[in-house]
């Protein structure tokens, strides 16, 4: 039996660099939630890179940055049009931290 990795997606615009995104990576890292980083160029709203990649994680949680650096946090049993939470990059470490709470089942750092 293989154990499958534990992860949030993180699904970010090619515009985006790891570099631009640690924030989110940051905040996710302080709760002690585990994430991959994947480009993706297919599409540009941060809704729906969320929800797909929230359908998948392993942890049914998502993140999606669109070009304009707008982010989303996406569960995957959330319906696609009501997200868990929308903000942008400047709130990321927040996003992150909101991201693997959200895993853990604790409430929302405001």
């Known amino acids: 039996m293989s ?4 992860y ?12 631009a995104i640690k924030e989110v990576c940051a905040g996710l890292e302080e709760e002690g939630v585990p994430y991959s980083l994947q480009e993706e160029s297919r599409l540009d709203n941060c809704v729906e890179l969320a929800a797909m990649a929230a359908s ?8 999606g940055i669109d070009r304009a650096g707008n ?6 049993k959330l319906k696609k049009e ?10 990321g470490r927040k996003a992150g931290k909101n991201a693997a709470r959200l895993v853990k089942g604790l409430s929302l750092t405001l």
């Open 3 to 6: 154990m499958r990795e534990v």
């Open 8 to 19: 949030i997606l993180i699904l970010h615009h090619p515009v985006f660099d790891a570099d």
């Open 56 to 63: 998948s994680s392993t942890l049914q949680v998502g993140i």
């Open 71 to 76: 982010l989303c946090v996406h569960h995957e």
């Open 82 to 91: 009501e997200p868990y939470l929308l903000g942008n990059l400047q709130n």
